[in-house]
């Protein structure tokens, strides 16, 4: 079945089930076939930096940017992107892998503007699954990924392995950093493995709810003196700063983005700023864009 033939099946399977799935731009998707999809992977060393929280407010802020949206949570095992927004999906991921549902009946849509393939609970990590399930997910991306401008994958935080398959397949990895000692820490080594084991050598470096500019841009370069002292060359591009907002947690509380309860406050601003300096970035295609070429390169290093 051709892509305009497919389109069209799910559109009408779509409006006869009456299912909360993504809704398809119709005017838009069949123009879009040479969409160019920047796939960015938002990670940390440590958890607890507001790295979910993070995912949820770019991805807002690019979809008021005029950009379309889709986060993966790929924390397989332990995903809270549908906690954090009040989300509660009746399908996950794990329904598309059992065959039990397509990849377009799973994809939620967030009233706050953007899509979300929710994560499950219990399920296998990526290098579990069968050849057979890979090549099963392969597809399903592929035909999808017209209809998205930006994939922006929630990864769990750490050095796992599920972590580093991840961050090896985006075309750009955004490393999420707080002024704390275990923070920069992490941060390192989630780069130096990244670095020696699968040779990459471009990040983008955002510091989240720091207190000030001067505090950020310290933070910046103290990891880059030692990424510098111990790893050699690689690319740190700053991406800037996210301040510290007393009404992040209040969103976060309401399980609400705080760019959308809170549209004037700092850390919203803040967001828009990152956002379209993200958006700005001329070097990002390192790899050919679209998702079955970041599927495919995902599938190389899981055998």
Known sequence: MDQASRLRTM???????GQETWSVAKERSLKDEM?????????????????????????????RLGKRVLILDADLGLGNMD???????????????????RLEEVILNVPAG?????????????TDLTHAQRMFLLD????????????????GAGISSNVMYFNFAAMEKLVVITNEPASLTDAYALIKVLANKYHQKKFRILINSAK????????YKHLCVVVDRFLGSLSLDYLGWIPYDENVPKAVRRQQAVLDLFPLSKASKKFMEVAERLMSFSDHCEFDGDVKFFWQRLLKTAH
Do not use: M
């Open 11 to 17: 559109v009408e399977d779509a409006l006869r089930t």
């Open 35 to 63: 969409n160019e999809l920047r796939v960015i992977s938002v990670t940390s060393g440590k958890g607890g930096v507001g790295k979910t929280n993070v995912v949820a407010n770019l991805a807002l802020a690019l979809c």
């Open 83 to 101: 906690v954090l927004l009040g989300l509660n999906p009746r399908y996950t991921i794990q329904h598309v892998l059992s065959g039990e549902k």
């Open 114 to 126: 953007f899509h979300l393939l929710p994560a499950a609970s219990g399920i296998p990590e990526l």
């Open 140 to 155: 399903e991306f592929d035909a999808l990924h017209h209809f998205f401008d930006v994939l922006l994958i929630d990864t």
């Open 212 to 219: 000030s500019n001067r505090e950020a841009e310290q933070i």
